[in-house]
């Protein structure tokens, strides 16, 4: 969530990869994922409204972008009411609790271990394509905003760092 911070209202929005990547569109996806496996998985529905759940047959990656009237309060209001939804369920059931996840076909029976990992999983892939989206708007890298868990020897070295990270690319391109 730390990678929403400071930043305006476009670059939290604007497209940063081929394939449209960008930092609020990652949390309203995060939103959808969790609601579906902690709350349909489980048979305890959240009873919060995603307006563009169910538009995800006819409209691909709706989930991944937001609209301009999709607020950045309303986005991050809606993740943390999932995740206290998630919070709640993984409390409640034990870890071999049976679930359904429908679009999984013969593999849909599950337990919330399994589920815990597989949203841990995914969770953890796309706050990597968090770290890289932020680095591209301002630079900003690193785990945490209070401890960024990277060298912190100045923008000098980092441009040494890639600089050599470059030359080796094309020395391995040229053998």
Same mark, same amino acid.
Do not use: C
């Given at each position: 969530?730390?990678?929403?911070?400071?930043?305006?209202?476009?670059?939290?929005?604007?497209?940063?990869?081929?394939?449209?990547?960008?930092?609020?569109?990652?949390?309203?996806?995060?939103?959808?994922?969790?609601?579906?496996?902690?709350?349909? %998985?489980?048979?305890?529905?959240?009873?919060?409204?995603?307006?563009?759940?169910?538009?995800?047959?006819?409209?691909?990656? %709706?989930?991944?972008?937001?609209?301009?009237?999709?607020?950045?309060?309303?986005? %991050?209001?809606?993740? =943390?009411?999932?995740?206290?939804?998630?919070?709640?369920?993984?409390?409640?059931?034990?870890?071999?609790?049976?679930?359904?996840?429908?679009?999984?076909?013969? =593999?849909?029976?599950?337990?919330?271990?399994?589920?815990?990992?597989?949203?841990?999983?995914?969770?953890?892939?796309?706050?990597?394509?968090?770290?890289?989206? =932020?680095?591209?708007?301002?630079?900003?890298?690193?785990?945490?905003?209070?401890?960024?868990?990277?060298?912190?020897?100045?923008?000098?070295?980092?441009?040494?760092?890639? *600089?050599?990270?470059?030359?080796?690319?094309?020395?391995? *391109?040229?053998?």
């Amino acid at each position: 969530m730390w990678k929403l911070d400071g930043l305006p209202e476009y670059d939290i929005r604007r497209p940063l990869t081929p394939t449209g990547t960008n930092l609020l569109g990652l949390i309203k996806h995060l939103t959808g994922v969790e609601d579906e496996y902690f709350g349909l %998985v489980f048979a305890r529905p959240s009873g919060i409204t995603l307006p563009w759940a169910p538009d995800l047959d006819d409209q691909p990656n %709706v989930d991944m972008w937001a609209t301009a009237d999709e607020s950045r309060e309303y986005i %991050v209001g809606l993740y =943390r009411e999932v995740w206290a939804h998630a919070d709640a369920t993984i409390d409640e059931l034990p870890l071999d609790a049976p679930g359904q996840v429908p679009w999984w076909g013969e =593999r849909g029976e599950v337990d919330l271990h399994r589920i815990l990992v597989h949203v841990i999983a995914e969770t953890n892939r796309h706050g990597g394509h968090a770290d890289i989206v =932020r680095e591209l708007i301002d630079g900003s890298a690193g785990l945490r905003a209070d401890g960024s868990n990277l060298p912190s020897n100045g923008p000098e070295w980092w441009s040494q760092y890639r *600089a050599q990270v470059e030359l080796a690319a094309r020395q391995a *391109a040229q053998d």
